[in-house]
């Protein structure tokens, strides 16, 4: 009987056992395949990708300014006929897919999804850049920034509800996530873009390559940046072959500088004492070591003094003033003006150093003479110049030019964070400068650049007409036509510096530019 009793109670022990494990088993079983059916019930679709703000000085929006539309279908009878009313040539799909839309659509059926464009706008574009095709940043700020900027990315999607062959239930309406899409978070410029526009609109009427430049003449932020031919950061293919190489930004690169280098020169004659009535009578040619130097800017003979030989731009008297004031003091002192030196812009972003001749070089008398009136070896960049041009302007203390201010709040409300900028030195005494401010504005006034006078108050400027020792097709030498000034004349705030490659007059091809530049930031500075 004791036997039986064990027996009938370990058959009932293992059965139970069994009975767990079965019914353990089919809970597990149920828990993977509810888990399963949960993963494969989500169908998400990426619409788009954005990355960082990129801004002006006001907070304006420089990127990101435009809108594209993208169509989300769910794969219904419904939805695909509402896409084929406007794609009769499209093959649809059962399951949800996505379609571009070059207007919007709005119908019931279809999911309309509101994009933003990077470049719908595209102002500036040597300066902020482009991205290659997997949304880096290539070029410009675009590739300087491209860590923060992608740090700052997010993605629009759509995400839908679907069975088991993937087609959407019409019982769920689809979710939109945008988490960390167009934040408004990102990187602060020192451009304005108002001034940039007039930048845009005035030059391509004077420039077909070249470039402009405006800077703060007290802080050395960069209001404008032009160059000239651009490309379109939205179809890179189309210029990729253009003989005119767009993708170079001149006003970040060398130049040769012609007669604008005149003021550096004029700057250090002040500094040792040369009185402006310094008196020399320029026969239009003087030979220095047997190479003749010639100067066809002004009626001939003339006897002038320092600020007619400005307004007229006279190249003997200049050379003159090299000679006297001799190759040491002149090296030294272009150097501390910041030629020969590159600047830098923002992280990762330098302008080209140019050439300074060495003072071995300047021990050549023909070598000085060209110094003297910015020829022979010497190259500068716009960059260059405008630093020269806010040095006189700021009263002699110098400024370094520099493209970003910081970075923003989340918000993109107001500036976080401060990009540090080198201070300011003195280079030349405030009489130096208060000096050569009349006479460039005497220049506008009375000499070279009286077609770069604006229609209300004044400017200083000078012109220059640079021979860059190329040639063209028919063997003529090119020369580069600048005009390089402060604006306005009594309380100067703006360096504008204008290069237009192949011109043979900064007089000419330059100055008007500059004239209509003034005006209209006259006219937008009063009437906004």
Known sequence: MTKKIALLSCTFTVLCALLFFRVFSLCVTKSESAQA???QSNYTLTADTSRGMIYDCHLTPLVNNGRHYIAASSGSLSANAALKAVFPAMKMSSTPFLVPLETPLYSSDVSLLSCVTRYADPLAVHVIGHLDG???GAYGIERAYNDYLSRLSGKLKIRYKVDALYRAL???QPEILSGGYNTAEGLVLTLDRQMQKI????APAWIEQGAVLITDVHTGAVRACLSLPDF???DLSKDLNNPQSPFINRAFSEHAVGSTFKLAVTALALENGISTERSHTCEGWVNIGGQVFTCKNHALPKTMNMVEALECSCNTYFIGLAQELTANRLAGFVKLLGFGEANILAQNMTSAAGVLPSLTDLLNPAELANFGFGQGKLTATPVQIAALISTIANDGISVSPYLVEGTTTADGSEILSHTPRAAGQRVFSMKTAKTLQQMMISVVENGSGTRAKPENGSAGGKTASAQTG??????EELVDAWFSGFYPADQPRYAIVIVNEGKNSGSR??????????????LSEKYG
Do not use: T
Request: charged letters at 40%.
């Open 37 to 39: 059916a949960s993963r």
């Open 134 to 136: 997997d949304g880096n």
């Open 170 to 172: 019409d019982s769920v």
């Open 199 to 202: 930048v845009e609109e005035e």
């Open 232 to 234: 379109d950061p939205n």
């Open 470 to 475: 190329k040639k063209d097709e028919q063997g």
């Open 509 to 522: 091809y330059a100055a008007p530019l500059f004239k209509a530049i003034c005006d209209r930031l006259y």
